[in-house]
């Protein structure tokens, strides 16, 4: 399967605790997204990154929030001292290439759903 | 002011019947695309259907299809011969090109129970 994968698919937290979501795009695929779905709510687009690089993090949240995606390995969200309003589903989406055509269809994977306790 | 508006929180159809899903956009930017996803139960998101704001035909993908009013800033989705596995939450979506915006901005979505 040369979809997008991300791990883990579950993931619980405690209060105060690190979230580390990780994110491998399709082969092929150098653009990553990342988004966050609250309970019965559409996708927030929360950053863009290109290969070691933050191309757009608009909609990341200003602490506790960071990205990456190194030359190595997948991408990484992680929300430090976690509380419980980050409980959501977080996906990662990847694209071909960076437009609005359809070569740029962004493919997601099937998503990190974070319970905080 | 939001970019993309669904109205309809639920919709129901007959098995095999047709239905369609309103979506409706709001942009200065001459340059957009429209994308349609699914979302079932299991919580995945598949894309569906593309229509590039350029595009003169309405697209198409086998079962379905995308009603472009230009005009209207509408970009309804219909599924044909409705299915029992087309019961999910149909989300539409919509990146601005010229804005440099690399992001997709996302509607509410919709429920779809096909009953049969």
């Known amino acids: 399967n040369a979809g997008v994968m991300q791990n883990p698919r579950h993931l619980v937290r405690r209060r105060g605790q690190e979230a580390r979501l990780r994110c491998s795009p399709m082969k092929g695929h150098s653009h990553v997204y990342w988004y966050r779905q609250l309970p019965e709510e559409g996708l927030k687009f929360m950053v863009y990154l290109q290969k070691e690089n933050i191309i757009d993090e608009s909609g990341m949240p200003k602490e506790r929030f960071s990205a990456e995606f190194p030359k190595e390995g997948p991408s990484i969200l992680r929300i430090q001292q976690v509380v419980r309003g980050d409980s959501a589903a977080y996906f990662c989406a990847s694209s071909l290439l960076s437009g609005g055509s359809k070569r740029d269809t962004q493919y997601f994977g099937p998503g990190t759903r974070l319970t905080v306790l | 002011a939001q970019k993309i508006t669904q109205t309809q929180p639920g919709m129901f159809v007959q098995e095999k019947e047709a239905v369609t899903l309103d979506c409706t956009y709001d942009?200065?930017?001459?340059?957009?695309?429209l994308f349609w996803y699914k979302q079932p139960s299991s919580g995945e998101m598949i894309f569906l259907i593309y229509q590039g704001s350029y595009d003169q035909q309405n697209a198409t993908e086998g079962r379905y299809s995308l009603n472009f009013q230009k005009a209207r800033k509408s970009a309804n989705l219909v599924i044909s011969a409705s299915q029992l596995g087309d019961s999910a939450m149909y989300f539409c979506a919509m990146r601005e090109l010229s804005t440099g915006a690399n992001n997709l901005f996302f509607g509410t979505g919709t429920r779809l129970t096909v009953i049969p």
């Open positions: 942009t200065s930017d001459p340059s957009y695309g």
